[in-house]
């Protein structure tokens, strides 16, 4: 049994930090020459290019991590808290120094720890930069604040959450699959095998210490919610390969769809665990849970592939498929009784795509394509516009002020948008 699947109240402090004394390793102790030559006689230019793609966000983000984790340890109310972030902070020392070791000794990247840093700085994506901005504002104004419990339980949330447990956990996974099934480098094999371990151990500890700040306080309860609100959309796209290029997973025998199904899933339960619904963080509430997760991956992936999601710097370029996957979601964000109360649909004239509209049927709202019979209201834009507006990109406000998003209907109808979405 791994810690991931162990019940949170079971996992102690002075367990956990048991379990760090208890599997040791050194970063400095592993020999790579065997790796190396795996790297030029096993691989194929497509999977080295994959594979240093990838290992540079973790070399990246584990010096991140190193860095930012010292607030999180001044701001813990616990001498218990404060012990095992201590020997955390040691860890991902331990970890920036094992991947430093292969993207210089094997990859060939940089002299030194400042140069290989640089050397592969320009492979991160965009999603990657936005996520580790926010950890480096949100432990700032941790450090100024040390006192402030709302600003501690954003930092849980962020670090031990988002970044080791959506992120990093999944990733891991995928690469020691791998290489165990092409056995191929045998160092770095043992190495992420102890860097897994170690941060099922963070995990577990994020879990249970995020999970006594959330319900401590409604404050902390509604920062964490705030957190995840804010860098889900984020966390999307930190996968997203040069290109949009499938075959940078392919090449190792997975999916891009797989490693987002088994993220979403990591992160759902981690919400469970900590008493939180799903439901309640702005991204997912738009995503039909009944579906099954590689489904749910395959259908984010829709989105990212018309530059809905994933990098916000892309204009949409949207399809039928993904307007479908919009306005299904859509459905959710629906307030029942103000849609009822407008005596007719609601309909999207999209300028330059096929209209939708939305109506209450049952006791439930339902999207369908196609212009509606006297629609109560209508709603108007391109359907780039609308796509960034169901996604959280564009505040529907601002797209109205700019008129990117016009309105018509009776005054009434019109009075009432403000409380029909669940924007």
């Known amino acids: 049994m791994t810690l991931e699947s162990e019940r949170s109240e079971v996992i102690s402090y002075k367990r956990l930090y048991r379990l760090w004394e208890e599997n040791g390793w050194s970063?400095?102790?592993?020999?790579?020459?065997?790796?190396?030559?795996?790297?030029?006689?096993?691989?194929?230019?497509?999977?080295?290019?994959?594979?240093?793609?990838?290992?540079?966000?973790?070399?990246?983000?584990?010096?991140?991590?190193?860095?930012?984790?010292?607030?999180?340890?001044?701001?813990?109310?616990?001498?218990?808290?404060?012990?095992?972030?201590?020997?955390?902070?040691v860890d991902e020392?331990?970890?920036?120094?094992?991947?430093?070791?292969?993207?210089?000794e094997v990859a060939g990247q940089g002299t030194d720890i400042d140069t290989t840093l640089s050397a592969v700085d320009g492979l991160v994506t965009w999603g990657f930069r936005q996520i580790f901005d926010e950890l480096d504002r949100v432990t700032d104004a941790l450090r100024k604040k040390p006192n402030d419990r709302a600003l501690l339980a954003q930092s849980v949330a962020l670090y031990h959450v988002v970044v080791e447990g959506m992120l990093a956990i999944p990733g891991q996974h995928f690469i020691q699959r791998y290489v165990e099934k092409m056995e191929i480098l045998p160092a770095f094999s043992e190495g992420i095998t102890n860097v897994s371990r170690d941060e099922s151990r963070h995990v577990a500890f994020g879990i249970r210490f995020l999970g006594?700040?959330?319900?401590?306080?409604?404050?902390?309860?509604?920062?964490?919610?705030?957190?995840?609100?804010?860098?889900?959309?984020?966390?999307?796209?930190?996968?997203?390969?040069?290109?949009?290029?499938?075959?940078?997973a392919e090449c190792f025998d997975f999916t891009l769809e797989e490693i987002y199904a088994f993220g979403l899933r990591s992160f759902e339960t981690k919400l469970n665990r900590l008493g939180i619904d799903p439901n309640e963080i702005s991204l997912l509430s738009r995503d039909d849970s009944t579906y099954p997760y590689?489904?749910?991956?395959?259908?984010?992936?829709?989105?990212?592939?018309?530059?809905?999601?994933?990098?916000e710097k892309r204009e949409p370029e949207?399809?039928?498929?993904?307007?479908?996957?919009?306005?299904?979601?859509?459905?959710?964000?629906?307030?029942?009784?103000?849609?009822?109360?407008?005596?007719?649909?609601?309909?999207?004239?999209?300028?330059?795509?096929?209209?939708?509209?939305?109506?209450?049927?049952?006791?439930?709202?339902?999207?369908?394509?196609?212009?509606?019979?006297?629609?109560?209201?209508?709603?108007?834009?391109?359907?780039?516009?609308?796509?960034?507006i169901s996604v959280n990109r564009m505040d529907p406000r601002k797209a109205l002020l700019t008129r990117k998003l016009k309105v018509h209907g009776s005054l009434s109808s019109k009075a009432k948008l403000p409380k029909l979405f669940a924007f």
């Open 212 to 248: 006594e700040l959330v319900a401590s306080s409604t404050e902390c309860r509604s920062a964490a919610i705030e957190m995840f609100d804010r860098v889900l959309p984020w966390a999307v796209g930190v996968f997203v390969p040069p290109n949009l290029d499938p075959s940078y």
């Open 93 to 104: 020392a331990r970890h920036h120094v094992f991947f430093d070791r292969f993207m210089r």
């Open 294 to 311: 590689d489904e749910r991956a395959r259908r984010m992936w829709v989105l990212i592939r018309c530059g809905i999601i994933g990098d």
């Open 27 to 89: 970063a400095t102790g592993l020999d790579f020459s065997t790796d190396a030559k795996h790297w030029d006689e096993m691989l194929t230019d497509r999977q080295r290019e994959a594979a240093l793609w990838n290992y540079a966000m973790f070399l990246i983000g584990e010096e991140a991590v190193a860095r930012t984790l010292s607030p999180v340890l001044d701001a813990a109310p616990t001498h218990e808290q404060k012990i095992f972030l201590t020997t955390q902070i």
């Open 318 to 388: 949207v399809s039928p498929e993904a307007l479908g996957i919009l306005f299904e979601g859509l459905t959710n964000m629906v307030d029942l009784d103000v849609a009822r109360s407008l005596g007719g649909p609601i309909e999207f004239d999209l300028t330059d795509a096929e209209k939708w509209h939305v109506e209450v049927n049952n006791g439930h709202a339902e999207a369908r394509s196609g212009a509606a019979h006297n629609p109560a209201l209508t709603l108007q834009s391109t359907a780039a516009d609308w796509a960034k």
